[in-house]
């Protein structure tokens, strides 16, 4: 589920879902064409995750996100208007056994196991660097006013920070949640963990949505719910895998609707 919001005019994340993969970018909130980075990101590591379906998920991200890079810079090179855009991105591809993510920004990644959530990125902002410094509590990051300001994201710098990449150890029933900060900066976690016991992940992502909205939803929410399942995955011939642990979302697998 993807929504503008109550206050921006137009919806800077972008989505995308698919049966291995899933993937959410937030333009970086300021900057020009946030929109544009964003999408392009999204789409270069959905089109090399699906040219690159059974290879191993750290090359296939790393891919993904180098072509994210060039393609977020020749869009600048391409139009000037757009320089300093930027976008967040977090994405985890499932190869049948294993379950990577890869995290570049403050959008989120969550696992949600037997009601216990637990955050599976590490938000690469400055009050995170505080935090991690210990020169800021952890209970007072959220209400910090510089809370959003973000040291790391794809831009068109060719020198670059880099970005997290990391096994994600996961069993059949675990649920996993990709978000923009639009959900995570309004939502609290323990409300996140209770709205995450619905059964069916796209309600569960629309009430997401909804608990966005009631707390004011000051900035585009974007929430991608996926259930880690057991069984015969079937690849694009229509050929079964055998049983095999398979990321599937329950949604069209099309793309995540941005309401705009």
């Known amino acids: 589920m993807s ?23 937030d333009g970086v909130g300021g900057a020009a064409a946030g929109e544009v980075a964003s999408a392009t990101a999204a789409f270069a590591v959905a089109a090399t995750a699906l040219a690159r379906f059974g290879d191993p998920p750290e090359q296939v991200l790393q ?15 391409r139009d000037l208007n757009r320089l300093g ?16 993510l890869a995290h570049v920004g403050d959008s989120r990644a969550y696992l949600y196991r037997h ?64 978000c923009s900060d639009g959900l995570s900066d309004l939502v609290p976690d323990a409300m996140i963990a209770e709205l995450l016991r619905t059964e069916d ?3 569960t992502a629309a009430t997401l949505s909804q608990a966005a909205y009631a ?25 079964a895998l055998g049983a095999v642990s398979d990321l599937r979302n329950v949604v069209d697998p099309a793309a995540v609707r941005a309401r705009r």
């Open 63 to 77: 891919e993904g996100i180098e072509a994210a890079r060039s393609g977020v810079r020749l869009g600048i090179q």
């Open 115 to 178: 009601g216990m959530l637990s955050q599976i990125s590490t938000d690469h902002t400055y009050v995170q660097q505080l935090v991690d410094s210990g020169r800021l509590p952890p209970a007072e990051a959220r209400r910090h006013p510089w809370r959003n300001v973000v040291l790391r994201s794809i831009d068109g710098d060719p020198v670059n920070d880099g970005f997290d990449m990391l096994p994600v150890r996961v069993e059949p029933g675990d649920r996993l949640l990709l």
């Open 201 to 203: 992940p796209q309600s």
């Open 215 to 239: 707390a004011g939803a000051k900035d585009n929410v974007t929430a991608l719910v996926l259930d880690l399942v057991d069984g015969p995955a079937v690849v694009g011939d229509g050929r």
């Open 3 to 25: 929504d503008v919001g109550l206050v921006r005019p137009h919806n800077e994340d972008s989505a995308w879902v698919g049966p291995y993969f899933a993937v959410v970018a």
């Open 85 to 100: 855009m930027a976008t967040t991105l977090t994405a985890v591809i499932c190869d049948g056994a294993r379950v990577v």
